[in-house]
Every structure is written in structure tokens, then in C-alpha cells.
């Protein structure tokens, strides 16, 4: 469990980016910087080699959902998935496998002190992308990953 580390941005209430900076205690490389927007978390699994990170940032806009005006009791009718009105969950279900939140948000991590560059594994089923740099002259790796939900990454270093 010492190779585990829990990654959050902390801010619940604003559109707030939050960075750290965490010392790397069993990999070959000092050192892991990284950004996170609003809602997003990740479990780092430390290896003297690589870094096995499941990450997600599940963000939906609920407004529509629960945006329903006092003064029309019968409002709810009107509103997607309306037939689950009365079933929370049922509802809850299907929205989450049906969001109206298209919109990606950018994680970014960065490996430094890599004698050589390093590789990504990147997988995930909700249409991510991603982007890589390497800065030799400071031996520093960044991924940045556009995604709105689960992402497993594997950052393979020397």
C-alpha cells in the first residue's frame, strides 16, 4: 500500500484547476506534477518503472435534471427520461448512461527527471485524447489527457 497514492482536486464548489507536486518514492524518476480540473481523481500505482494510473472526471451538468420550476407541478413531464420521474434511480441510472455533458476537461501529468523518454499506454472508452511532450534539456515528460470519465494510463520511464 506504499506505492498507492489517492490524487483529488479538492474544490467542490468552483471551476477551480488544482496542480501538486509529488515525490516519487519507488520509481526510477524523483518526481510527478499534475493538474487536475474540477471532479477529477486518480490512483497512482507506483512501480520502480512505470505509473499505473486509473483516473476519471466524470463531470455532468445536472441542471436540466433537476431545474424544475415550483410553480408547474406537471413540469416534470416535459423533461428527458420524464418516466423515471418518480424512480430517483431508476432516472439517475439512465442519465448516466445517457449525459447531456459532452464537454472534455484536460488532466495533465508530468514525469520529471526521465533519462529517457518516456511511453504511454492509454486506454479508455470515452472517446479521450490525448497529447505528449518531452523536454530533454529538463528530462521532463508531460501527458495531457482531454476526457470526461475513466482513463487507465501506464507511464512507462527509465
Keep these: 500500500m506504499d506505492n498507492i497514492l489517492y490524487t483529488y482536486n479538492p474544490v467542490l464548489d468552483a471551476d477551480i484547476n488544482t496542480t501538486a507536486s509529488i515525490p516519487l518514492r519507488y520509481n526510477t524518476c524523483p518526481e510527478l506534477k499534475l493538474e487536475y480540473a474540477p471532479f477529477t481523481y486518480g490512483v497512482i500505482i507506483e512501480t520502480k518503472d512505470s505509473l499505473n494510473i486509473q483516473l476519471n472526471n466524470y463531470w455532468a451538468d445536472k441542471e436540466e ?12 413531464n416535459s423533461l428527458p427520461f420524464a418516466w423515471w420521474f418518480n424512480d430517483v434511480e431508476g432516472f439517475l441510472h439512465e442519465y448516466i448512461r445517457n449525459p447531456k455533458d459532452s ?16 511511453a504511454a499506454i492509454i486506454s479508455g472508452t470515452n472517446g479521450c485524447t490525448y497529447t505528449e511532450t518531452w523536454d530533454e534539456s529538463g528530462s521532463s515528460y508531460t501527458l495531457t489527457i482531454s476526457h470526461n470519465g475513466p482513463v487507465d494510463i501506464t507511464i512507462i520511464n527509465s
Design 65 to 76: 435534471m433537476w431545474n424544475i420550476p415550483a410553480a408547474d407541478p406537471y413540469a416534470h
Design 103 to 118: 464537454v472534455k476537461r484536460d488532466s495533465v501529468y508530468t514525469v520529471v527527471g526521465s533519462k529517457s523518454r518516456p
